[in-house]
């Protein structure tokens, strides 16, 4: 859990938990403009800690936003997604009023199935509907802090399997085929990587859980339904609405998660009205396990 003693070093910025698990809203902060080393280090930290964060009211352009990314890492360009005009490094997360399901529907973390995940990704709020399209969040750390110290020790010894692939519109043609305007990249899906079940995050340095369900295939050594049973219990474990936090959008947010803290989970119950966010991807570091 986030203490409130974490919240006292901050001295460019003003930070709000959103939950004791995960998410702090972040105040002060006008992204339209180049931040200070200070501010960008800060809400690096914060990051860390509270796994996303969230900055309100702001009214960005698309160069405001790359430039806000870039000053976190190189950037990942997205195989799936259709880019935003003029912006290859933008994809454009939208949805048709006549468009049915959601993109990222299920829980999971974003390019888990690369051998370097990226980090996370800047996410900003364009066309919001006036009633649904929230998007959920589960802290990663608060999930495996709650677990038996038995079970820890077990997980800190694994290592899983991840590929886009396993995501249901890879793994579905017929759901594929219903997201083929909005992803035409799924075609490309085929990559896997292999990482630790616990890792330590590189910037807070917690014990953090990572697997999710979107991409991971099993548990390395495992046989299917071993590794199905283990799996199912850590998704439903750290999805208990105690390690959650539900953002409802409004235009002119801002939101920046960590793949390695956190999963997310776009609900899918906007039919009927236009809905576009448009989404940055931050590469990562090469990850390590908890124990080393
Ligand atoms: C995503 O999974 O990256 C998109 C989440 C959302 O649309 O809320």
Not at 162 to 167: F, R
Not at 211 to 240: C, M, R
Not at 253 to 277: I, K, S
Request: overall charge negative; charged content about 20%.
């Amino acid at each position: 859990m986030i203490k409130d003693q974490d919240l006292a070093g901050f001295q460019h910025i003003s930070v709000a938990r959103l939950s004791p698990s995960v998410g702090a809203e972040i105040t002060d902060v006008d992204l339209a403009r180049p931040l200070s080393d200070g501010e960008l280090q800060e809400i690096r930290t914060a990051l860390g800690l509270f796994g996303v964060i969230f900055l309100r009211g702001q009214e960005i352009s698309p160069a405001d936003q790359l430039r806000f990314a870039k000053a976190f890492g190189e950037i990942n360009i997205n195989r799936f997604f259709q880019p935003v005009e003029g912006f290859p490094e933008i994809a454009n997360v939208q949805r048709q009023p006549d468009e049915r399901g959601a993109t990222g529907w299920y829980w999971h973390t974003d390019h888990s199935y690369d051998q370097v995940p990226a980090m996370g990704s800047v996410f900003a709020a364009r066309e919001i509907p006036p009633v649904g399209g929230d998007t959920l969040f589960a802290g990663m750390a608060a999930a495996y802090e709650a677990l038996s110290g038995g079970l820890k020790a077990v997980l800190e010894g694994l290592e899983a399997w991840h590929a886009d692939t396993v995501c249901p519109e890879v793994a579905n043609p017929n759901v594929g085929a219903a997201f083929a305007d909005r992803l035409p990249g799924l075609d490309t899906a085929g990559v896997r990587a292999k990482h630790p079940v616990v890792i330590r995050h590189p910037i807070s340095a917690r014990k953090v859980l990572y697997v999710n369900s979107g991409f991971t295939e099993g548990i390395d050594g495992w046989a299917p339904a071993e590794s199905k049973a283990l799996l199912d219990f850590l998704y439903a474990h750290a999805t208990q609405p105690q390690f959650t936090y539900r953002h409802r959008w409004q235009q002119g947010d801002v939101a920046f998660w960590d793949n390695r803290a956190t999963w997310h989970c776009a609900l899918d119950d906007c039919f009927g009205y236009r809905r576009v966010l448009h989404r940055i991807t931050i590469e990562g570091e090469p990850l390590k396990a908890a124990c080393t």
